[in-house]
């Protein structure tokens, strides 16, 4: 089991930043990747961004490349997406995943039944 625990959501203007992390507990050494995915009201599950638990593996929606980043810290379980120059159409529920399977190709972890594990998720509103 793994446990995810994600934080840091709120409101902001657009333009401004936010970071968003995600405390991962349980068997966290047996997670491939990370990702992390967004819900807006009406809207289905998109996915944002992922990185591998190790090595370092990247990859970003179109939408937010170049304005967000992923990132992790092995040593505390934790996964950090920093979000710059927001906008309003970034406004939505932002969820934390884990997936345990191994893919050789990090594009297979933007689907979102490649994860096993979700947290609760955290709002994320950004005004015009």
């Known amino acids: 089991q793994v446990q995810l625990v994600e934080s840091g959501g709120g409101l902001v203007q657009a333009g401004g930043s936010l970071r968003l992390s995600c405390a991962a507990s349980g068997r966290t050494f047996s997670s491939n990747a990370m990702g992390w995915f967004r819900q807006a009201p009406g809207k289905e599950r998109e996915f944002v961004a992922t990185i591998r638990w190790t090595g370092r593996s990247t990859y970003y929606a179109d939408s937010v490349k170049g304005r967000f980043t992923i990132s992790r810290d092995n040593a505390k379980n934790t996964v950090t997406l920093q979000m710059n120059s927001l906008k309003p159409e970034d406004t939505a529920v932002y969820y934390c995943?884990?997936?345990?399977?191994?893919?050789?190709?990090?594009?297979?972890?933007?689907?979102?039944?490649?994860?096993?594990?979700w947290g609760q998720g955290t709002q994320v509103t950004v005004s015009s």
């Open positions: 995943a884990a997936a345990l399977t191994y893919y050789s190709g990090i594009y297979y972890y933007t689907d979102g039944h490649k994860y096993d594990y």
